[in-house]
């Protein structure tokens, strides 16, 4: 009897199945990420929906017809386009823990979305010396927002480059590195999938409206 | 109750190991560049159709700009962000598809709604002919 008090009170009583187990560092990081695109894409998904309502009230301002200049949108889309190839050398090279490439073709991608954020600014300037400002008619608004935000976006992105360049130089490609070059390779993909949506919905539908 | 955790994070090593494929399934020069060319003609198709109005019908040209959009959406997520329903234990595809049923929830039911609102509202002037 005494002896069977004494164990009860030696061995401590469990009552939970512990099925939490320890996860390597960065382990879900690629997931969280994603998950964040995707809330990211929900976002865009309101402004697209914003810019399809009111994409059509030009409040006797100007219309996309007298605005877009499809030749820059086309070279727009080129330099968009080619800064997502050159991110997948940079992870090719990555892969291959050849840091001199890597951070060769990250330049050249940081230089493409420089040219992209550039070139939209130039567009932009442009309108606004026209008078196509935001504030001109509910068209206008919705389609700064949209294309500005994606534009803000691609600008961050261009920031984050330069950070990640800083710390390859700095400390290589180990793998935290590695890590964040991959969330940042799925933000500017990404971002170039946003953006088919844009000059799909906003500058060639316009064109055509 | 130690060997047990012990077991447990031999169970999690594996775990671990078993994510490394996704890192592995990052793709090659080919399926970047396979991506990059479908890309350059599904964005050169739809361009060339609106700049040189090749087809008169506006509706139809619409509809093929469109379609060739959702190509490649389909072609970027594929090629360069590498999807595929085996990463992550299919977590990484039941987000997108939720994201996508959200996203269409939102498009469709907003562009529905505000174009019967338009239809049914009081018959309005041209703003354009208001002095």
Redesign the interface.
Known sequence: MTVAVATSLTTEP?FHL?DE????DG?ST??GF??YL?SD??IF??L???Y??LGGNY??GPAPKDLFD??L??LN??ML?MS??TY??A??TM?KSQVRATQAWLAITGLFGLAFIGIELTEFAHMIHEGATPQRSAFLSSFFTLVGTHGLHVSFGLVWLVTLMVQVARYGLIEAN?RRL?CLS?FW??L??VW??V??FVY??G??R | MTTDSHALHSAAGDHGGHDAHDAASHGSLQSYLIGFGLSVVLTAVPFWLVMTGTITDKQVTALIVLALAAVQIVVHMVYFLHMNTRSENGWTMMALIFTVIMVVIALTGSLWVMHHLNVNMMPMHDMSQVP
């Open positions: 469990v512990i187990h320890a996860h390597p382990a690629m997931l994603w998950l995707m894409c929900l998904a309101i697209f929906a914003t399809g309502v409040a006797a499809l030749k949108v086309a889309t080129t386009l997502s190839i997948g050398f992870m090719l892969e590695r991959m799925m993909h990404f170039d999938v088919i949506g000059f799909t060639l539908l064109m055509l």
